[in-house]
């Protein structure tokens, strides 16, 4: 039997991040048109022979969000079609993660829609990065490799060399998040405490722990509104933290968001390329982008190869920034 090809592929999502991880792996990008009909219906032609390929598809599933994941879906029916061995789908950011349990009466779990489409589709393993939530991967009853970004924001933290860094959560559902990075660095770490008394009665923050005199590290899984970093940055403030920097895996960045981080007395935003900011970046100077792609191209290899990718973890394998 022949071996198995590595081919990898990219929707119209982040072709950026497709190029450099093909490029950090030393093969060709997949060649395929994606492309619409004039009525705007996706149109899918994959031009290599994937026959018999381990295929994996870079589609981070951003805004615009049904879009993505329309051609994502495509591309996978398209490429098991075409008689390839294994599909991975690469989705660094996965869309429509928010709504991952019924919280109240009559709304959806669009978290496990989207798992069942992408295997109804014909996809074999799923790559993902900083899930809103971990149960996500339990949605699935194929493999999910959940990778974290910890590994690119440590080492630039270390090169940083912030002193009297302390971590803060921006809620509780970061907090193991947090408690990693406060390990790492050997410090402590502070929790903003969100707490809403009554339907029409604004949020009351407080932070638990003590910032005071501190430079202060929020780090969170994403900027969407800005809304939750706008308020755990000014809350730390009032409390007495000194600088404030800010680690977020995935750059959303809906609606107001930009000009809520202009609006922040924030030292520097660190932000990962999972989505790609595109202008966005240059309109705010304190934004630094941290490429993922050596993140996800050693997890392909290692996939491909049948390798273990718990390696992937500690960060060795990461070039100089
Ligand atoms: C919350 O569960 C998340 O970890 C983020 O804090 C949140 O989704 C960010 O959203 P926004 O930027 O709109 O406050």
Redesign the pocket.
């Given at each position: 039997m022949s071996k198995l090809e590595l081919q990898v592929f990219t929707g119209n999502a982040n072709p950026e991040l497709a190029r450099h991880i093909v490029e950090y792996l030393g093969i060709p990008l997949g060649d395929a048109y994606i492309g619409k009909f004039p009525d705007g219906e996706i149109d899918v032609k994959i031009n290599d022979d994937v026959r018999g390929s381990d295929v994996f598809v870079v589609q981070t599933t951003c805004t615009p969000v049904n879009e993505s994941l329309m051609e994502l879906l495509i591309m996978i029916d398209t490429l098991r079609r075409a008689s390839a061995r294994r599909i991975t789908a690469v989705m660094p950011y996965y869309g429509y993660a928010?709504k991952d349990r019924k919280d109240e009466g009559r709304v959806p779990i669009t978290a496990k829609l989207v798992a069942n489409l992408l295997v109804t589709a014909g996809v074999h393993r799923v790559i993902s990065v900083d899930l809103?939530a971990s149960q996500i991967q339990g949605f699935f009853d194929i493999p999910v490799d959940h990778l974290y970004a910890t590994p690119v924001f440590f080492r630039y933290l270390r090169e940083l060399e912030i002193p009297d860094m302390i971590i803060v959560a921006?809620?509780a559902?970061?907090i193991k998040m947090n408690r990693a990075y406060a390990r790492e660095f050997k410090t402590e770490y502070a929790i903003v405490d969100k707490r809403r008394l009554g339907p029409n009665l604004a949020a009351v923050y407080n932070v638990i722990g003590d910032v005071q005199g501190r430079n202060v590290v929020i780090v969170?899984?994403?900027?969407?509104?800005?809304?939750?970093?706008a308020e755990a940055c000014k809350i730390v403030k009032e409390r007495g933290a000194k600088k404030v920097y800010v680690c977020a895996t995935h750059a959303?960045l809906?609606g107001d968001?930009l000009r809520r981080l202009d609006d922040s007395p924030i030292e520097k935003v660190a932000v990962t390329d999972t989505i790609p900011l595109g202008d966005k970046k240059s309109r705010h100077d304190r934004v630094r982008v941290l490429s993922i792609a050596p993140l996800l191209a050693e997890a392909i290899r290692r996939i491909h190869r049948n390798e273990s990718v718990s390696y992937l973890f500690n960060g060795e394998f990461l070039p100089p920034l």
């Open positions: 928010r809103h921006p809620d559902g970061s969170d899984d994403m900027i969407a509104t800005g809304g939750s970093i959303v809906a968001a």
